[in-house]
């Protein structure tokens, strides 16, 4: 199979900005169970595909012309893949495997070439008599690879391997004495240096409806550190809640969407710091009014808004923090134009529902390392799509010198035009139209672009079946 770049082109009719953009020729994946952006490796951009019976590698130049394609070699038969990191270097398979000893997890590493290297046994469960549901998630430097498995819901079996020399840094059960919510909002980090946190909410009341502030409980897991940390909201009530972990500055933070007095409606941002010192410190922030009309038409910041979720969290150099949320709507709907009908339970006319998704407003909020609110921003934009998970929805994330680019969609759909928002660091916003897809067919998704360079991003397009790889240089 043949690939070509079919369109290398300068953008420059936008009059703000101009881009460098390169596609790569289609590429079938209606069989495919998945595929992975890699990454740069020397001078090849590299994607990995899971065709299901085979798993291949397939690298791109600059110009996104396709180079080779190679199929990987497993050593165990039939994988489960759980995921590929892309690194500097290399990259690593993280995928479940039986053996005659029961189940394991392991990580292969690939060099550039896509030739095996090195591989570790990660987690030996042996045979039980239920099938473990391992988990993996990375560091932010892709240095640290954390596989936990929640065994019967009663302990997690946690370990971390560190996959510059694919060793085990070590493996810990941590025992769940405590309940945990069946909807509980959970986080799980792994930081740079191989540490974990298992973060999730306590049934505290048994009322669903409960609008009692939520307890949390953060289990530390490491090679010498392990405690485990229990902490309220105070008297707030929670709608959403994200934490990270600042690998700079050592400091683990989260953001909540939060009210001090509405009990339906967040009001406004609570941002919570020094979660693993002596003192933890909490500071609520209503919405401004500007931000409250842009949302909900009315300056109802006090009394609360709808619809928000909070989307990222982007760590700042100095210990401040920057939260991007999303109005985010959704509806079912029946396609019939019967009404409802007796008996119609076995009609497949009658079972059609259509999923409307709507992606709009995005908000940011700039916090200082002193806990106060530096700037908040609203970046107005409209996005609907029905029937499609909401995939090519929503924003593209890079982080640059200056600030960030939030790139996106103006519309959802292959004749369309898309645009980035730029936000410095010291609250400015800039919104700029980027390029034109019509007649390219494609249809891009931004939130799962790979930023590849300070300027540059890699954007899988999915149209009709059909894969394209779509790089961007500003």
């Keep these: 199979m043949r690939f070509s770049v079919i369109a290398v082109f300068l953008l420059n009719y936008c009059l703000l900005r101009s881009q460098t953009v390169s596609i790569s020729d289609n590429i079938n994946i209606r069989n495919d169970n998945g595929y992975e952006l890699l990454g740069r490796y020397k001078n090849n951009i590299l994607l990995y595909r899971d065709k299901m019976i085979e798993s291949e590698v397939m690298a791109f130049d600059e110009q996104m012309r396709m180079k080779w394609q190679k199929t990987i070699e497993f050593e165990d038969r039939r994988p489960q893949m759980l995921d590929v990191i892309g690194s500097k270097d290399y990259f690593s398979l993280v995928y479940r495997a039986k053996n005659r000893n029961g189940t394991i997890v392991k990580i292969s590493r690939f060099d550039a070439a896509a030739d095996f290297v090195d591989s570790v046994v990660a987690v030996s469960y042996g045979n039980r008599p239920y099938n473990p549901q391992p988990q993996c998630l990375y560091s932010e430097n892709r240095k640290s690879a954390l596989i936990y498995n929640y065994d019967q819901n009663e302990r997690i079996e946690a370990t971390v391997v560190d996959l510059d020399n694919l060793k085990v840094l070590w493996s810990h059960n941590i025992e769940l004495s405590e309940n945990r919510r069946s909807n509980s909002r959970e986080n799980i980090i792994v930081t740079n240096d191989g540490n974990a946190y298992f973060i999730f909410e306590k049934e505290s009341n048994p009322g669903f409806f409960s609008r009692e502030s939520p307890q949390f409980i953060v289990h530390k897991a490491g090679p010498r550190d392990n405690k485990t940390i229990r902490f309220t909201l105070q008297d707030f009530i929670c709608y959403d809640i994200a934490f990270g972990f600042d690998n700079l500055n050592r400091n683990l933070v989260g953001v909540a969407l939060a009210s001090d007095k509405n009990k339906s409606k967040t009001s406004g941002t609570l941002f919570i710091r020094n979660l693993e010192r002596d003192s933890i410190s909490m500071n609520f922030f209503h919405f401004d009014d500007e931000t409250a009309f842009a949302i909900s038409g009315k300056k109802t910041g006090s009394k609360g808004l709808n619809d928000l979720k909070i989307r990222d969290l982007a760590l700042r150099k100095d210990a401040g923090v920057v939260v991007l949320m999303e109005e985010l709507r959704q509806f079912s709907r029946s396609m019939n134009n019967l009404g409802v009908r007796p008996y119609a339970f076995n009609d497949p006319a009658a079972a059609r529902i259509t999923i409307d998704y709507y992606n709009e407003a995005l908000v940011a909020v700039s916090f200082n390392p002193d806990g106060s609110r530096q700037w908040e921003r609203i970046l107005p934009k409209k996005q609907f799509s029905q029937d499609d998970d909401a995939v090519y929805s929503s924003?593209?994330?890079?982080?640059?010198?200056?600030?960030?680019?939030?790139?996106?969609?103006?519309?959802?759909?292959?004749?369309?035009?898309?645009?980035?928002y730029q936000l410095q660091g010291s609250g400015n916003v800039d919104r700029h139209s980027l390029f034109s897809t019509a007649g390219q067919d494609i249809l891009l998704r931004f939130r799962d672009a790979l930023q590849i360079g300070p300027e540059e991003v890699i954007i899988p397009s999915e149209y009709r079946s059909k894969l394209r790889l779509v790089k961007m240089k500003f």
């Design 395 to 420: 924003y593209g994330l890079m982080k640059t010198p200056a600030g960030m680019r939030l790139i996106f969609n103006d519309e959802i759909k292959s004749e369309n035009t898309t645009s980035e």
